[in-house]
Each structure stands twice: as structure tokens, then as C-alpha cells.
């Protein structure tokens, strides 16, 4: 499991999975009084409690009776609130900090089994081509369907050089199929850059810290290598589950010198925030396209959101993710807290990504994916999760569904592709598309 960098200054900041997150402290008056009405209620806890540590067949720990019970509590909220008891806050730490031995992956669990939400580019699991809505479910042939996330994550990393097999089923496949690994440290370097002759392309993997500064570097070194002939820029925003608020509002105000980035409103007062964009374009207006696929997530939504709503950029590729909710971390004791669901994010326009996430304004498939039209079937999106929060716009399936027909414009097979040399062809497409905005290509179709 990856999540963004975490920080503690001034305020603890944190991500997990696809969560856009925003951090307060706890105040120290912040229980709330019990409601009379929910008294019983209460009491038939503490009795369930007696039974098991009177008659159980053998002696049960408090901690895991306790961890049990706030975890069903939590777990009746929505997918992305949990509690994280002293291992998991020791989990997020490490992995936020940068470097640690794994596979890079993203997994959350779905009814029991490890799905996983996008593999990092560039670690092992993504070369070795494993895809968002993959479910993991043996490790070294030990089965995990049914176990816990956090020992399934614990399992899966490791000392850097030492191997891992993984049993992978995915939707569309007749039989599972194993995967060897190799851990590897994974050192988070969540923007990358190069040249397609004229075009740049930057590709945000993750949204953790620094990663608008990064990307800010990143257009830097592309103006460098143009040599004053860079015609656009392509955001590869695909598979990236998202990560810190910030930081989505930071990048998508690279880009924007006006207007609202997004907003957030909660059920208290002080979880309402509008946030704008300041002057100055980096790309000085240079013609974007953002590439988006299912597993763009959070606050990879939020930036598309802004770009496609201040119509700034053309948004390509498949629906997103489709999640709108904002985390809050929030601190129990040194080394335990409470992650919360406390807001839901709104785009420029007012829209809610919730359920139906961002619709690209050009939708491409990827029809150099050999598995593409069977994994469209069962693609894998927040409208899927158990207990997803409800968009309030009442997104209808029809609409949704829509994702799943065949788009008659695009009929090139995969051996054509293979041909042309294409490994890639939403970024190939995207790289075409940009290429006849340039004032070259408008003023030659305009003779």
C-alpha cells in the first residue's frame, strides 16, 4: 500500500489510498457527550465485552477487542475513515517518508480481498504490469481473501533484492495468474518528465509534498531541452490515487492566473474553504492536455477538475476514479488517531466528483491494453466501493454505463498498433491532438 508524504509542521498532514487530506489537531475537549438515547446502546457493548472475556474458548486481549470495536464502529461510515492504531500510524510514516522496501503498489480492501487502486510507475508492480482492479489473492501461496489490510501490506514489503509471488486474478481473465517480484527500495519521485519532440510531457504519479514545486522544476527542464520550440504540454495524471489537498491545489495553480481551483464544504462551518488561483501561468499558454483514466483519484480529479472547469485544458482519456471527499487526521494520542471523512470537494463549476468523477472532454480508450475490453466490463471505481459516500447530483447507472460501450471512432486493432510501434495509444493520441493546435499546424489547415 502507497500513500503521499506526511509532515509535522505546523500541523500533522497525512494521506491514505486515494484520500484528498486536510489535518487539525485534536482539541482536548473534543469528546463529545454520549446521547442520552444511545445509553443502551452502549451498555450492550460492554456486555458483548463481559461475554467474551468471561466464555470465550480462549483468553482475548483488550487491545484487540477494543481495535475491533472501533474499526466496525468506523467502518460503517464510508470506505476512506479508519482508525490507525500505533502499526498503522508506523505504516504511513514510513511509507511517507520516502523510501521504503516494497512493491509500489496502491491496494485498499473490497469485501474482504486486496484490490488494487494503481501501481506506482516506474516500481516493480507496474513493470511488471500489474493493473488498477487487479485483486491479489495469495502471497507466496498463502491466501490472504479475508485477512487483514495491514498484514497483507506487511507481507508485501521487505528487504529490498528478496522476492514475492503473487497470485493475481483479474476481471476479464478466465484463470488467475502468478507474478514473481522483486522488492525494491521504492523511492517516491512522484513527477517525471521527457520530450516527445515538441510536446512535454509531465506525469504525476502521487500528490505528495512538494510535488507543485516538482512539477514547476519539471516545466523548467522541459523549456530547457526545447530550445524555444516547446508546442504544449501533456499532464499524465493516469493512475495517480491522489494525496495531499495542497499540494492538487498548489500544481493546478501553476496553471491557472485566476479564478476558484475548488472548493469544500462540511457538515461544521470551519470544514467550508474556497481555494483560488493566483497570478502567473507557468506554461504561459501553452496548449495542456490532461490524460485521466480510472484510476486518477482525488486530488489528481481535483486538478483536472480545475483545469477542464477554467477551461484551461482538454481533459482526455476515460472517467476517473470518482472520489470527492476530504480526510481530516485526527490525533487520539502520540501515536493513534482517527482519520474522518468531514467534507466533500466541489470543482470551479460547482460539480461533485463523487461516484461519477471527471468526464473527459475527449474519451479515449486504451486500445493498446490487451485486456482492455474485457477489464471495461468490471472497471473498478469509487461508485463500486461498499458504503461510498452518495453523490447529491443522484448520478444515475445509465450514465455511468456509458463508460462501458465501444466508441466506433476508434477501431485500430492491437497488432496495428504493434506495427506502428504504439505501446501506448492514449498518450500517442494525445501527443497527435496537441500537435494540430500549434499556430503551425491552425495556420496551415487555415490556407
Known sequence: MKVPVMKLAPFLRATALVSAV??????????????ARSGPQFGKLMAVYERIKADYVEPVDDDKLLKGAIDGMVATLDPH????????????????????????????????????IAPIKGTP???????????????????????????????????????????IYRPGRDDPFDVTLTRQVIDLKPVTWEMKDDVGVITVSSFSSDVAA?????????????????????????????????EAVAMSDLFLDHGTIV?????????????????????????????????????????????????RAMIMGERSFGKGSVQTLIPLSRDTALKLTTARYYTPSGRSVQEGGIEPDVSVPQLSDPDRRARALLQYRESDLRGHLVNEAKIGDKELEKDKAEDPRFKVSLEELKKQGIDDYQLWYALKTIRRTTPQAIAALQK
Open 81 to 116: 475513515s479508519s482508525y490507525l492504531d500505533a502499526r498503522d500510524f508506523e505504516n504511513l510514516k514510513t511509507q511517507t517518508d520516502g523510501a521504503y522496501g516494497g512493491l509500489g503498489l496502491s491496494v485498499t480492501l473490497d469485501d474482504g480481498a486486496v484490490k488494487v
Open 22 to 35: 486536510a489535518l487539525i489537531p485534536a482539541a482536548t475537549s473534543g469528546l463529545a457527550a454520549v446521547d
Open 125 to 167: 508492480a507496474a513493470l511488471a504490469g500489474i493493473k488498477a482492479g487487479d485483486y491479489i489473492t495469495h502471497l507466496d501461496g498463502k491466501l490472504v481473501y479475508g485477512g487483514s489490510l495491514d498484514d497483507a501490506v506487511d507481507e508485501m514489503r521487505g528487504k529490498p533484492g528478496t522476492q514475492i509471488r503473487l497470485t
Open 214 to 246: 516538482d512539477v514547476a522544476e519539471a516545466m523548467r527542464g522541459l523549456r530547457g531541452q526545447a530550445n524555444g520550440k516547446l508546442s504544449g504540454i501533456v499532464l499524465d495524471l493516469r493512475e495517480d490515487p491522489g494525496g495531499l489537498l495542497d
Open 263 to 311: 472548493s469544500q464544504r462540511g457538515r461544521l462551518p470551519q470544514d467550508n474553504e474556497t481555494y483560488s488561483a493566483t497570478p502567473g501561468d507557468i506554461a504561459k499558454g501553452l496548449p495542456i492536455i490532461v490524460l485521466i483514466d480510472e484510476g486518477t483519484a482525488s486530488a489528481s480529479e481535483i486538478v483536472a477538475g480545475a483545469l477542464q472547469d477554467q477551461h
